[in-house]
């Protein structure tokens, strides 16, 4: 299987046809290899367009809702963002390229240590894991300029909107167990103003301020 070609029609088809423009999210999506994220035996469909099981009952999120809550972070370079929900790590990996530093927290030891591998094999050295419920945000190395959930939650926790920046930013996806819909929240003064993405699907956010 040719990785780099489906890469590349991944990014064409997916992501650019379904018009996400931030060429620094393109970019970045160019030069991360999702084949690496993926388990084993999924490697030949790791660029489909759709989530793939990681084991612990999770998924990887489908490449198109990755772009589409990178994008809407509007990342520049200079940021310190979290990410709850490590999972495969390769959203992590895609913030890596965009951000100064990411942090990002997993309830699954099994998960995190296997994102931390892949990390290692990448030599990607701005991310940094953390085990624990992140539902309560991450309060040591707060503030944060971005915040991004890759998990349905049925309210934006209040610790996360408090951990974020004036002006910082925070996408999750809102609803019930079953269907969510794409929450942007921008903080200002103190308060978010938010702006729906429309219905997406997440495993839940499980957790003190989760379910
Ligand atoms: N961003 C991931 C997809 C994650 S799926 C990727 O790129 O692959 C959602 C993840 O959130 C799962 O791994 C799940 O274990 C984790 N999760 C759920 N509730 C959590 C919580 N309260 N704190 C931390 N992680 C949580």
Redesign the pocket.
Known sequence: MDFEKAREEMIRYQIKGRGIRDKRVLSAMSSIPRDK?VLEGEKDNAYLDCPLP?G?S????QPFM?ALMTQCLSLKGPETVL??????????AILSKLAKMVYT????NA?ADRAGKIFKELEIKNVKIIV????KGLEEYSPYDGIIV??GSPEIPGSLIEQLNEKGRIVIPVGNSFSQDLLLGIKEKGKLKTVNHGGCV??????KY?W
């Open positions: 994220f990681i612990m999770q998924t990887i999120s990755v990410e709850v929900g490590t999972g495969s790590g390769y959203q992590a927290i997993e309830r699954f998960l624990g419920d992140g539902s890759t998990a997440f495993v839940p956010l499980v957790g989760g």
